[in-house]
């Protein structure tokens, strides 16, 4: 320690001395008790202070911020969310529906932008959940990421939360998902998977579908929850809009999510982002 250090460190332990043996002198009387004891106070933490500071800057020491050991818990709005790169629309990471009947947790696979027309016109982001906690999902490990998230959607409870990026309608909504799922009856017929009683049975259901949707505005960023229950050997899968209504039908609602996959998807970005998802995770 230099010398300049040495005398750092006398002074600052001699000035803590004299002002503790001083202290009943200092002990102030009359009705101004508090004002003075006050000011001493701040005198004295001041002086503290200059001295602590000279102190460690003599002994090579730093000031720095003091930190408790237990971290403060992450934003849920950075750390437990997903961005739609496309329209910055974010997703949580896990989905849990408030329900009369309990419900998973869903857990985030992907998300993607919905265009329309050749003018690539953003309609909605989406984001596609799934019961992974399923105890009885057992996902093939020699599968193809495709084949992986067939086998999800047809096994477990999936979500679509639909986040319009505009103004727009639930008609509007509406009028696209019953021409994608015609686009999935033509396509199951050609494939021998549909056979003329099952889409005979299928129409009641997507009838029904079609009615729940009202001609009333869907406002910008507003999330749509669609939900395809887990199958049942007890009864039909059944597909919920969320405050809008319920329809029970294995097609319908294994379809429905289907046809975000199918090909390039109603949403590409979409499918993408769940395939990198199973590559990584599953």
Request: aromatic share 8%; net charge positive.
């Amino acid at each position: 320690m230099s010398w300049l250090q040495a005398r750092l460190a006398r002074n600052f332990v001699q000035g803590c001395r004299v002002f503790s043996s001083s202290a009943p002198a200092r002990w102030p009387t009359g009705a101004n008790v508090l004002a003075k004891t006050l000011t001493r106070r701040r005198t004295f933490a001041s002086s503290v202070a200059f001295w602590g500071t000279a102190f460690a800057l003599a002994t090579g020491f730093t000031v720095s911020t003091i930190h408790l050991d237990a971290e403060v818990p992450p934003s849920p709005a950075e750390d437990e969310t997903r961005v739609d790169p496309a329209t910055s629309i974010a997703f949580p990471t896990t989905l849990k529906i408030q329900s009369k009947t309990p419900l998973p947790t869903f857990t985030l696979m992907g998300v993607g932008v919905r265009t329309v027309s050749f003018l690539g016109i953003k309609v909605y982001s989406v984001g596609f959940y799934a019961d992974l906690s399923n105890p009885n999902l057992a996902i093939p490990k020699d599968a193809t990421a495709e084949e992986k998230i067939e086998y999800i959607v047809k096994s477990s409870a999936c979500v679509l939360r639909i986040v319009p990026t505009r103004n727009t309608s639930y008609g509007h909504l509406r009028d696209g998902f019953m021409r994608a799922l015609q686009a999935r009856q033509v396509l199951s017929k050609q494939r021998g998977e549909l056979t003329p009683e099952e889409e005979l049975a299928i129409q009641s259901p997507l009838r029904k579908l079609k009615s729940m949707f009202p001609n009333t505005p869907l406002t910008k960023h507003s999330p749509l929850d669609i939900l395809a229950t887990a199958p049942s050997p007890k009864q039909p899968r059944t597909l919920i809009v969320r405050d809008l209504g319920s329809v029970q039908s294995d097609w319908l609602a294994r379809e429905f999510i289907l046809a975000y996959f199918e090909g390039k998807g109603l949403s590409p970005p979409l499918k993408q982002s769940v395939i990198e998802y199973v590559e990584t995770h599953l």
